[in-house]
């Protein structure tokens, strides 16, 4: 089973606030992984340590078999470029157009020319189901269109990996379960990898090969959706229950 990433014995500190203590885990290529935990508990820290925006205060992070942990920022910039990155709450440009925001990595990071650019963003969000949005602000958008603009955003490059930071929050049950059904879709046609931090365990479910339950500071449950499901962990249980009876302090 080929690793895209791995966290090893990872310690991350925010001031005197101890986020991550030991902590190791594993990505597998080519699969979605979903992490899930508590509010506050350090879920989107894991992306940020992944694409190297954060440094742990000890242990080591590889990405492709890289110890990246040390790595020059030079380095991490061409890193940073196979992979996509879906915002919480998009981070869209409102002074680009939708056209525009998805064309940002293109530009950046690479040498084509403007109708290439314009081809491939209009490729790119028809595949997201955003055809003929180009000339849009994202204020004309709902908020699914917008999330569904920054996935475009996000695999426009056809990044190896791509990481979602509550890609559902705040829709409704429908849009969900399109967006659900989207990163599941945008993970076959990159044939690529995909790591979701999420608190909505029906999509989790659903589009989860691996998940991940990160509390107090360490990964206290790793496996397939079963065997979360089936664990006999009392943590990982109150919290797929949603229990005010259990060890999860309330």
Request: with cysteine.
């Amino acid at each position: 089973m080929a690793l895209w990433a791995r966290l090893d014995d990872v310690c991350v500190r925010y001031g005197p606030k101890i986020v991550m203590q030991n902590l190791s885990l594993d990505i597998v290529e080519g699969a979605i992984t979903c992490i899930i935990g508590l509010s506050g508990a350090g879920k989107s820290t894991i992306l940020r340590l992944l694409n190297g925006l954060k440094k742990p205060d000890t242990g080591r992070v590889f990405v492709r078999g890289k110890d990246i942990t040390e790595m020059r920022e030079r380095d991490l910039i061409d890193l940073r470029r196979t992979i996509g990155f879906a915002f919480q709450f998009s981070a869209l440009f409102d002074s680009l157009t939708i056209g525009e925001n998805v064309a940002l990595p293109l530009r950046e990071n690479t040498k084509m020319h403007d109708g290439e650019i314009r081809k491939l963003v209009s490729e790119t969000l028809d595949s997201v189901g955003l055809a003929h949005v180009e000339e849009r602000s994202p204020s004309e958008l709902s908020g699914g269109m917008v999330k569904r603009a920054g996935f475009a955003r996000a695999v426009v490059s056809n990044p190896a990996a791509v990481l979602y930071d509550e890609p559902t929050t705040g829709l409704d049950p429908i849009i969900t379960h399109v967006l659900t059904d989207l990163i599941v879709k945008l993970r076959e046609k990159l044939n690529g990898t995909a790591v979701v931090v999420s608190h909505d365990l029906e999509s989790i479910y659903i589009m989860a090969d691996y998940i991940a339950m990160l509390f107090e500071g360490a990964i206290v449950a790793y496996g397939t959706v079963d065997e979360i499901r089936r664990s006999p962990n009392p943590i990982v249980q109150q919290f797929l229950q949603g229990s005010e009876v259990g060890p999860i302090p309330i």
